[in-house]
Each structure stands twice: as C-alpha cells, then as structure tokens.
C-alpha cells in the first residue's frame, strides 16, 4: 500500500489511526490562505483606512495577495484522493459541511481580488495597450474595452476600489477564520475542538501576510536598489506587533483552557506537550517565533530605533513570525492527528521527500506563488502605480 | 457498489429537486430548472421505498440496530476476518470495518493494557497482517480481569462524517444506515477525522473513504452482516428495531445497554453490554 501516511504509535490508538489522513499539504493549504488573508489586511488599511504611510505597498500587497490565493486550491487537489472531482462539492454542495461552503467563500474571494486587482492595475493595462511591444495584445484583452481614463473614469474606478476592499476585509478574514472553523468545529479531536481555533487562525493570518510583505517588500527594495520607505516599514512593524501580542495570548488561552479543562485523554495530550511537542511547539512557535519577535519589535519601537538598524531588525522579526505561523499550522493538523482519538496512545507522523504528499510537493506549493509573484511584478510593476498615485494624491 | 450508487443518487436527486425548486422561484437559470424539473419529477417516482435497493426491499420500513455483548466475546477475530473478505477490504493491518480490542488489567496496575489484532506483537503471532489473532501475550502475567470489545461504525443517528461531507457522498439512509456513494466522494477525508470512533479508513484502491455498512448488501436481502453470522458465541446482534422480537430489540430490552461517547452527542446505534469505564 501507499506507505506515505502509516504512522507508528505507542499506547493504543484505533487500527485505522494508523493512517494518517491528512499529510503536509493540509499543513501548507491554512498557511497560504493566511498569507492572503494577512497581505490583504496591509492593502487595506491603505484602501480603506486611508493610512497614508502604507501606499508604498498597497498595491504590491493586492498583488501578493492575489499570487498566493491563486495556489491555495493546489495543496487540497494534490491531497483529494479524487481530484477530477473536486466541483461536485460545489455543484451538489452539502450545506452542513464547513469545507462545501469554503468552496464558495473561496471562489466569491478570488473573484473579488481579481476585480479589486483589475481596478487597481487598470491606468498601468491601458497605457501598456497603446504601447508598441510583444505583449500589447495581452494588454489589449485585457482592458476589456475600457480605456478611458479621465478624471472621471478614475473617481468611478477609485469608489470600486474603495466598495471592493471594504467587501474584502470580511470576505479575506472570514475565509480564514472559517479555515479555522474547519479544524475546530471537529468535535473528535480534543487538541482542534476549541471556540477559538477560528480566531486563533485569523489572528495568525494577519501576522503571517503582514510578515511576508515586510520580507517581500525588503527584498524588492534590495532588488532595485532603492531605498526603503521607513514609515512605512514602521508601519507593518507596528501592525505586526500588535498583531503578534493579541495572537501570543490567544493562542496561550486556547492552549491554557485544554490544559484547565483537563477532560477526557488530556493525560495523553500532556504527555505529548511535554515530550515530543517541546521543540516544535514551546520553543520554535512559542519562544523563538512568538516572543523574541514581539521582544525584538518592542525594544526597537521604545528606543526609536531607525535605519539599517529598523530594517534589520524588523526583517529578522518578520521571518521569526513565518516561521512561527508555520508551525502552529503543523503543531494544529500534523499535531492534532498524532494524539489518538483513543485518548490513549501517540501516532508518529513520517514525513516523506518525494511523494504526492511530500516534502518537494509541499515546498513546490510554497514556492510557486513566489514565483508568479516575481513573474506578475514583470507584468504589472506595483512601483509604478505606487509613484504615479504618489504624484497624482 | 451499485447499490450505494442507487441510494446516494436518491438522495442527490432529492437534493437536486430541492435546489431545482429553489431556482424556479428565483427565475434564474432557465434551462436548468427544466433539467432539475425532470429529475424532480423521477424522484416522484422512485421516492416511497418501491425499490430500494433490491427490489422488493423498503427501507422506509425498517430501522437496523446492532449489539455487542462483550461478555460472550472471546477474541477469535473471526468476525474481522469474514468482514475482509466479504467487503474486499485490504488485507493489511491499518484498514478495518470492524476490529476487536482486547483490554487486560494486571495485577497491581490500574490503567488496562489495550490492543487489538493490529498490533505488532498480534501481528508477529499470527505470522501475517492478513491473518488475525490475538497473541497470548499474558501468559505469565497476572491477569485481574480481561475482556473483548468487538468495534465497528456506530451508525449514529448524527453521523459527524455525513455532517462534515462537502458532497454529500456519505448520507444517512431511510432505515438508520450511513453509506458512502464511492463514485461521488471526492476523497478530502474529512468525515474520517470527524469520525470519533476511529470507523472511517481511506481506500487506497479506489481512492475513496471506506467504512463499516453493516453489510447492507446482505441486510437488505433479509440476511445478517458477515460479522454477527460469523461469531461463534452471539457475541453480535443484528436487528430491526422496528420489530419488537427482533433480537436487537430484545437484546435493548433484556439488557442494561449502553453506547461508546455519547457525550459526542452522535447517538451512535450499536449498543453495548458488559464494557468496562475505560473503552471509548
């Protein structure tokens, strides 16, 4: 049989435990879902908050929100035992199931990023139309016929914008926290049952995009060689501390209130805490992911720190915070499937390099919206826009 | 496999009538609801229990419970091996529709020791995955007490995993049992997490979820699942509830039964006798 998913165990689990039903992919599927929903956040508060000092990556943030939802659908068809079927949950949804109805919160999502997108890019797709070059045509489709671009057509296209983001900031965080609904409306597994899975998911969500647009947006400034806007790197450092403080305490209370309960089989959830979950769970998502960053950021906003120092320190904080929410993503599915529903024994999940469900296929799912992103950047530079509203504002 | 085909494509058609109904009163999608209005109307036809899925069989007119006596249960596992062979079900140690767990408490401890045919030690006694025996690994010990608890799905009268399904492709059935339509399921597994028992397996060979389903092929031809005609001591019950001298009935009234978690609120249908606090 397939050897991917057959798990070692100790204590007593039920025989069909033994295999693991949910591998890497469902690890990787909530983490670029919270990518999305976390980059839409900076675009937003931009759009809709009109906070001036995020325009320098309003657009970029729009653009790496759209890149990394477009791969959100990969790692569950790679997981489906039938991906040829994927639709019949949308065609014949069944309306109890919280995985029919992402379906659909998905889909309105992804159609609302690609118009807000559409507006947003819109004056860069016209002038690249008229342009001479290979890819006018390209252009040309796309412009679907509009393109006018007088004051008037931009006030009509600002108000969508505008209407298309306030829609956004309930569509992109409640399509995450249904991703934690998905995990903690399970009433079989004791480590995902909880009320605040979906808002420990949507909390870990904002930080995680707000963290990789910091990345992202270091690196492009590194890339063209032009200076760092440092208000507005102040300003994601300032969203993603206080993003990171609400979700170290959220996911304290959650983990806290198992502990307390102390229901049934929480022996075997203690046992595994305090052995195997140690590393990957105390010190990689807790200590080393949650805290030193939200240290690091405090210290550096007490003592007014700026420059290289700022964009250091902040860039080291961000990917601190990556790394973090990768791994309560995995402590929550690989984690939560390797306590037994027994309440009585510990699975061993085994990782496997090449396979369907493994680790290339999964860093590959990582990998692939960074290299659309790098590819749509070519195509719709998120600068140029940026500059152009700077003059125009 | 034909036969849950029929009953799952009853139960999409009833969700396609409903779905057809609520677009005709939208006016959207006009040559849908002609589509939708037709099946609708095939519905009429085959809804009423005429021919499902044998045809003089009704399964409006049955409700099938089960029962476990564990106090008769001996652990011969015959009842997982004639389950294997009359599901085709794969002949490895992580793939069961029903199983057998063994609870000893020794001398001095105060938790049991559990296993089931799965375990290696089990495994390596009997020589094979594919045959199932339980190792006589307690010889030497000092046994205080020991018993048999057969498993398999509960067929809850709130199945999590027809809850959780996006498609639809596992449903509840008029006479109290769960199916899944394999040609319909889509593979995300997520009913075999929602499952709190432990029921639900992937099947590898079709790519589909698996499980226990009381043998419906049999049921309905008036026949008893292979577990419970297989046991050797009656340790398995099968019955319709509807009848009051059907032996599940009478095993629910003779009998101070009881049902694994209930506090899952599931309501499971397989009623136990003679188990100890400590199986779940």
């Known amino acids: ?393 | 496999m034909k036969l849950q085909r029929d009953l799952s494509s009853a139960a999409r058609r009833e969700f396609l009538g409903k779905l057809g109904l609520a677009a005709g009163c939208a006016g959207t999608v006009a040559a849908g609801v002609g589509a939708l209005g037709a099946v609708q109307e095939a519905e009429a036809k085959t809804d009423g229990g005429a021919s499902f899925p044998t045809p003089d069989y009704d399964w409006t007119k049955h409700r099938w419970g089960y029962g476990v006596d564990a106090t008769k249960c001996i652990g011969c596992l015959r009842c997982v091996e004639a389950c294997k062979k009359e599901n085709h079900v794969a002949g490895d140690a992580h793939h069961f529709r029903t199983w057998v767990e063994r609870y000893v408490y020794l001398e001095g401890e105060d938790k049991p020791r559990i296993d089931s045919q799965q375990d290696p030690v089990n495994i390596a006694a009997s020589g094979s995955e594919k045959e199932y025996r339980f190792a006589n690994r307690y010889k030497d010990a000092k046994v205080e007490k020991a018993f048999f608890v057969p498993k398999l799905c509960n067929h809850c009268t709130h199945p999590a995993c027809v809850q959780v399904c996006p498609t639809g492709a596992t449903y509840k059935t008029k006479d109290g049992v769960v199916l899944i339509d394999h040609t319909y399921c889509i593979g995300c597994q997520y009913c075999v997490q929602a499952c709190p028992y432990g029921a639900r397996f992937f099947n590898d060979v079709e790519h589909v979820t698996d499980k226990c389903t009381w043998c419906y092929h049999r049921i309905t031809k008036g026949l008893q699942p292979a577990c419970v005609e297989i046991c050797p001591v009656g340790a398995r019950v099968f019955g319709d509830l509807n009848d009051k001298q059907s032996p599940i009935s009478l095993f629910i009234r003779n009998n101070r039964v009881q049902v694994l978690k209930p506090e899952t609120g599931n309501a499971p249908n397989v009623y136990y006798v003679g188990i100890d606090k400590e199986v779940n």
Not at chain 1, 178 to 189: E, H, I, T
Not at chain 1, 192 to 213: C, K
Not at chain 1, 226 to 255: H, N, Q, R, S
């Open chain 1, 1 to 393: 049989m397939d050897p991917l998913h057959v798990a070692t165990f100790t204590g007593y689990v039920y025989p069909n435990e033994t295999v693991i039903p949910w591998s890497v992919l469902i690890v990787v599927y909530p983490y670029l879902t919270g990518l999305v929903a976390g980059a839409f956040t900076v675009s937003s508060l931009y759009q809709v908050f009109g906070m001036q000092r995020f325009k320098p990556v309003a657009h970029f943030a729009l653009l790496t929100s759209l890149c990394f939802m477009l791969f959100v659908p990969v790692p569950l068809l790679l997981h489906l035992g039938h991906p040829e079927r994927a639709f019949n949950s949308t065609i014949t949804p069944h309306l109890t199931s919280a995985m029919a109805i992402f379906g659909y919160a998905a889909g309105f999502y992804l159609c609302l990023l690609v118009l807000e997108t559409w507006f947003a890019f819109r004056p860069h797709i016209v002038r690249e139309s008229q342009r001479k070059g290979p890819l006018r045509w390209f252009f040309r489709a796309l412009t679907l016929g509009s393109d006018d671009l007088s004051e008037n057509a931009m006030r009509y296209d600002r108000k969508w914008i505008f209407a298309l983001a306030v829609i956004g900031i309930p569509a992109a965080h409640g399509l995450h926290g249904y991703v934690g609904f998905v995990f903690g409306s399970l009433k079989s597994r004791e480590w995902w049952s909880s009320d605040l899975m979906p808002v420990v998911f949507l909390f870990s969500a904002i930080i995680s995009g707000v963290a990789l647009l910091i990345v992202l947006y270091v690196a492009s400034c590194k890339l063209r060689k032009i200076e760092i806007d440092l208000p507005c790197l102040k300003g994601m450092a300032y969203t993603l501390w206080g993003f990171a403080m609400l979700t170290l305490v959220l996911e304290g209370l959650e983990f806290a209130n198992i502990v307390y309960k102390g229901r049934e089989g929480i022996d075997t959830i203690m046992e595994y805490v305090t052995g195997r979950l140690v590393i990957p769970f105390f010190v990689i998502q807790f200590a080393v992911g949650a805290v030193i960053p939200i240290l690091a950021l405090s210290f550096m906003i007490w003592r007014g720190t700026t420059g290289r120092a700022l964009v250091a320190g902040v860039t080291a904080s961000a990917c601190l915070v990556l790394m973090s929410v990768f791994m309560m993503r995995w402590n929550v599915v690989i984690g939560g499937q390797e306590i037994a529903k027994t309440g009585k024994g510990l699975l061993d999940y085994h990782l496997l390099i090449f396979h369907r469900e493994g680790l290339v296929a999964a860093l590959s799912v990582v990998a692939a919206p960074f290299v659309l992103l790098l590819l749509m950047t070519r195509l719709f530079p998120p600068w140029v826009i940026e500059a152009e509203t700077l003059t125009h504002a």
